[in-house]
């Protein structure tokens, strides 16, 4: 069955500096991934997916996220962190077993500080 | 059609009580899910419906939790008798058919058993 694995529980930066929040998948084939982002008392956005074109992928908001099938890692990165970046970040893989769903990771609390 | 609503957004029901949650998907998903998400974890897959066909439930679906999707469009998600462990933010999310393109999720609804 696919996974994923959400190396970081907690990840602290400075705003203006680059962030990075790791993922490593489990799939026996070329998986769909996914970046979703969780603000405090909000629903879940999706900040881009990977579907097996393009292996670097551009989200919103600066995010991006580069599929690397040599590593099993779909890390993303943003550039340069905004106080506003700070929430809860969920690495999610499509499962194929019995129907298609999703299937999360436990999630990195991204904290940004002045 | 401005996404996916939950109603309501906050309960708090003493223990033994029943209580039931209600989900509007984007009106052209066919596909309806609800997940379950506890503190610090990410969402765990509950149940699944196509249409007004309840596909797929999880494990973590006991006897007390039932849903429905009448007509294929609501859905339902009802907890009878319920226990201080069932206290999550109950997330409800809908897709297209190609689940590729990633879910939609509502804002939640966060229940509290005291």
């Known amino acids: 069955a696919q996974s994923v694995t959400q190396l970081d529980s907690h990840v602290s930066v400075s705003e203006g500096t680059p962030v990075l929040l790791r993922c490593n998948y489990s799939s026996s084939y070329s998986p769909s991934l996914f970046w979703y982002v969780q603000h405090p008392n909000k629903g879940l956005q999706l900040l881009l997916k990977y579907t097996s074109a393009a292996t670097l992928v551009k989200g919103i908001n600066g995010f991006e996220a580069e599929f690397k099938k040599s590593e099993t890692s779909f890390h993303l990165t943003k550039p340069s962190a905004h106080m506003s970046d700070a929430a809860e970040y969920f690495c999610v893989v499509i499962q194929n077993t019995g129907f298609q769903k999703l299937v999360f990771g436990t999630g990195t609390r991204l904290l940004v500080s002045p | 059609d401005t996404g996916v609503s939950q109603n309501p957004r906050h309960k708090i029901t003493k223990r033994g009580q029943n209580v039931t949650f209600r989900c509007d998907p984007i009106s052209e998903h066919n596909r309806l899910y609800w997940y379950r998400q506890t503190l610090g974890q990410g969402p765990e897959f509950l149940t699944y419906f196509q249409n007004e066909a309840q596909l797929e439930k999880s494990r973590l679906l006991s006897d007390r939790f039932s849903a429905e999707r009448p007509k294929g469009s609501f859905s339902t998600l009802e907890i009878q008798r319920t226990e201080q462990g069932d206290s999550a933010m109950y997330l409800c999310?809908?897709?297209?058919?190609?689940?590729?393109?990633?879910?939609?999720f509502g804002s939640g609804t966060r229940l509290t058993v005291v």
């Open positions: 999310a809908s897709s297209l058919e190609q689940v590729a393109y990633g879910y939609t």
